[in-house]
């Protein structure tokens, strides 16, 4: 059912282990030509390719592409008083968990009179995509909108697909999440065409563009965010989702049997990859695994999840081999069930979010631990982080320096200038001073150090 890759007696270079990571088929880019035509229709066409569009993939025709205010508070006054429990603790964890996320103001005085302050500006408006097709998310909800929330963005519009078992309006539960956190710009809209929608705008429905686009979704809509960088910010390219476990011979097969399922259910192509150094323990999940997937809810989608080639159990040496060769795949959820976690931790670097001891499964930070669950995925965790309120941020920096402290510096600046053949800019700083003399760098200045 799910394959064994042996690395024990093995020395592995990081080129080797890159290429030994275990990955789905999936490649993010190979659906191009189809949504570039799917991004250009909305561009040419507005709201009537959005509704075609609808049709097409969704299988419906929405009745109104932007959701009107009563219906969304209608879906929250019939939320489940459970669910709508859940979602408040939610929001008020992941709120508390994003408040450290914003860095304050700094200001350094680099000499007497010359300040530079580092702030950091959140955009004026976002585009937040909800995923509509083989689950419901309003978890993603609250971690799209409460980052940009506590990032300071003052303009929220949030997009999902339209759904067929509710006439062509948003699922009830999202548009229920949404009004909660006070989101009242929504729209039934799905895929590549709702990612073009709001990258550039549609005038017709009175939805102007957005600067940052994030959230996750299928291959269309992550190819859809590649064709729209650099007309607005992204957070990643998602691709299906995935968790490695490192487990020695302390963790509890039922434990790591529960969690590898977990992230199964997601999607045929999700990644489930144990790596341990006791065939003990190997042999036991393997065994139980089987057992655990005829009882699950999504069986065949877990099975081929297991059977692909994205989802290994992976034998190392020890647990040395074991972090080399998680920072090689890199995973978004990376779980940590060993007999002292905290000393592996300094020597793990890349992995979307890290989850520590055997209280601390991926389904806790999915919904209500307080972290973020939108995370980069396919090894892009080795250069890229998670979604955050930083993903709205953007560093700025104020200088502000007196007469006195331009002048210090002013021949200096002259001097580079002419360096690089740019007299101008050595003139645009002598003429602030006319004819008086120029003083030499200043004793205790920088250029002293």
């Known amino acids: 059912m799910i394959q064994t890759l042996d690395l024990r007696g093995r020395t592995l270079s990081t080129t080797d282990l890159l290429a030994l990571v275990p990955r789905s088929a999936s490649d993010v880019g190979s659906a191009v030509a189809v949504v570039d035509s799917l991004i250009a229709d909305v561009r040419r066409r507005g709201s009537a390719a959005l509704l075609e569009q609808a049709e097409r993939f969704d299988r419906v025709r929405p009745a109104h592409i932007r959701v009107p205010a009563e219906v969304m508070a209608e879906a929250a006054a019939q939320l489940d008083p459970a669910v709508r429990d859940a979602l408040d603790e939610a929001i008020t964890r992941v709120r508390r968990g994003t408040a450290g996320q914003v860095p304050p103001p700094v200001t350094t005085e680099v000499a007497p009179g010359a300040r530079i302050v580092q702030r950091w500006v959140p955009v004026a408006r976002v585009g937040l995509y909800v995923p509509g097709g083989k689950a419901v998310y309003p978890s993603s909800v609250v971690m799209n909108v409460v980052a940009a929330q506590v990032a300071g963005v003052r303009s929220i519009a949030l997009a999902s697909p339209a759904q067929e078992a509710f006439g062509g309006s948003v699922h009830p539960t999202i548009l229920a999440a949404a009004h909660l956190l006070g989101v009242d710009e929504v729209y039934a809209m799905g895929g590549a065409g709702a990612i073009g929608a709001l990258a550039y705008g549609v005038p017709d429905l009175g939805l102007d563009p957005v600067q940052v686009i994030t959230g996750p979704g299928n291959l269309f809509v992550a190819t859809a965010k590649r064709a729209v960088t650099g007309v607005v910010g992204i ?4 691709g299906p989702t995935e968790i490695l476990i490192i487990a020695d011979r302390t963790a509890n097969p039922a434990y790591v049997v529960a969690d590898l399922i977990s992230q199964a259910e997601h999607d045929e192509l999700a990644g489930s990859v144990l790596v341990t150094d006791d065939p003990a323990l190997a042999r036991a999940v393997e065994q139980a695994l089987p057992a655990a997937i005829a009882e699950a809810h999504h069986r ?9 080639p994205q989802s290994a159990i992976v034998l190392v040496d020890d647990l040395a081999q074991a972090v080399a060769f998680s920072n090689a795949y890199a995973p ?3 779980e940590v069930q060993v007999a002292d976690p905290h000393a592996l931790l300094p020597e793990l670097e890349n992995a979307g979010a890290i989850f520590v001891g055997d209280h601390t499964p991926v389904s806790l930070g999915d919904y209500i631990a307080g972290s973020n669950h939108v995370l980069p995925t396919g090894g892009a965790a080795r250069y890229s982080s998670g979604l955050g309120a930083y993903t709205f941020l953007r560093p700025q920096q104020v200088v502000e320096y007196d007469r006195a402290a331009l002048s210090v510096v002013a021949e200096q600046v ?8 740019l007299p101008a800019h050595g003139e645009a700083v002598r003429v602030r001073f006319g004819s008086d003399p120029l003083p030499g760098p200043a004793a205790g200045s920088l250029a002293d150090d």
Do not use: K, P, V
Not at 235 to 238: P, R, V
Not at 300 to 308: A, K, P, Q, V, Y
Not at 414 to 421: F, I
């Open 235 to 238: 957070d990643s390219e998602a």
């Open 300 to 308: 065949e989608r877990i099975t081929t999840s297991f059977s692909g």
């Open 332 to 334: 978004e959820h990376l």
């Open 414 to 421: 002259g001097a580079l200038s002419a360096a690089e053949q």
